[in-house]
C-alpha cells in the first residue's frame, strides 16, 4: 500500500514571502498521480495543482509550482508572494494510475497547516 | 454550475443506530468518492462509485456502505454506529473515474457518535 507523509505539521510564513511545504510518498508503481490540495477553515476542500509522474517538467499554476523529484519520491508545494487567502490546509496526496483508474482512491498525508502572518 | 452537495451538514446519533449520508454530485460528474476525515487518522478513502457501480473500496469494515443512483447521487450508510465513526464525512465528484481527473470535494457531513 502506498503511503503519503507530510513532516511539517504546521508552518508559518510572511505575507509576500515564500515558503515550500515538503511531501515524500511510498510506491512500489511507476506510474501514478500527485495532488495537493487546500483545505480552508470552511472545509470545502479544492485542488491546487496535480503532476503526473510520466512527465518530468515541474507543474506550475500561477503562484503555485512543485518540486518533483520522482526518484526521492518527493513532491514539495512552492507558494510564492503568500497572500492571507492562502491560509489552510494543505493536504498531498497520491492516486495510482494501475487499470481501474486507483484502487485506493486518493491517498492523502496528514496536512500541514499553513498560517499567514500579516 | 452548483457544487457538490452534502445533506445533512451535521448529524448527531447514538451507538449501535444507523446513519445514510447524501450526495449530490456537479452536474455531468459520474464518479463519487467518499472519504472519513477525522483529527487521528486523517482524510481516508472510503469507497468510489461509477455508472452506479462500486469501482474501488477502501479498508473500512462492512457497516460502512454505499451506493449511487442512475443520476449519480449518492448515499452511503453507516450501520451498527461506533463512537470512533464521529467524523467529517467529505463527498468528492469527477467527471470521470480515477486518473489524474480533479476531485471537487463537497462541504461534508459532521457525524457525532454519542
Known amino acids: 500500500a502506498q503511503t503519503v507523509t507530510q513532516s511539517q505539521p504546521e508552518m508559518s510564513v510572511q505575507e509576500a514571502e515564500t515558503v515550500t511545504l515538503s511531501c515524500t510518498y511510498d510506491t512500489s508503481e511507476s506510474d501514478y498521480y500527485l495532488f495537493w490540495y487546500k483545505q480552508p477553515p470552511s472545509r470545502q476542500m479544492i485542488l491546487v495543482i496535480r503532476q503526473e509522474a510520466y512527465k518530468q517538467q515541474n507543474a506550475t499554476e500561477n503562484r503555485f509550482s512543485v518540486n518533483f523529484q520522482k526518484a526521492a519520491k518527493s513532491f514539495s508545494l512552492k507558494i510564492s508572494d503568500s497572500q492571507l487567502g492562502d491560509a489552510a490546509m494543505y493536504f498531498c496526496?497520491?492516486?495510482?494510475?494501475?487499470?481501474?483508474?486507483?484502487?485506493?482512491?486518493?491517498?492523502f498525508g496528514k496536512g500541514t497547516h499553513l498560517i499567514i502572518q500579516p | 454550475k452548483a457544487g457538490v452537495t452534502q445533506t445533512p451538514r451535521y448529524l448527531i446519533k447514538t451507538r449501535g443506530q444507523q446513519v445514510t449520508l447524501s450526495c449530490s454530485p456537479i452536474?455531468?460528474?459520474?464518479?463519487v468518492s467518499w472519504y472519513q476525515q477525522t483529527p487521528g487518522q486523517g482524510l481516508q478513502f472510503l469507497f468510489e462509485y461509477f455508472s452506479e457501480t462500486q469501482r474501488n473500496k477502501g479498508n473500512f469494515p462492512g457497516r460502512f456502505s454505499g451506493r449511487q443512483f442512475s443520476n449519480s447521487r449518492s448515499e452511503m450508510n453507516v450501520s451498527t454506529l461506533e463512537l470512533g465513526d464521529s467524523a467529517l464525512y467529505l463527498c468528492?465528484?469527477?467527471?470521470?473515474?480515477?486518473?489524474?481527473?480533479?476531485?471537487?470535494f463537497g462541504p461534508g457531513t459532521r457525524l457525532t457518535v454519542l
Open positions: 496526496a497520491y492516486r495510482s494510475a494501475s487499470p481501474g483508474g486507483g484502487a485506493d482512491g486518493l491517498t
Open positions: 468528492a465528484s469527477s467527471p470521470r473515474q480515477g486518473g489524474p481527473n480533479e476531485q471537487f
Open positions: 452536474s455531468g460528474h459520474r464518479s
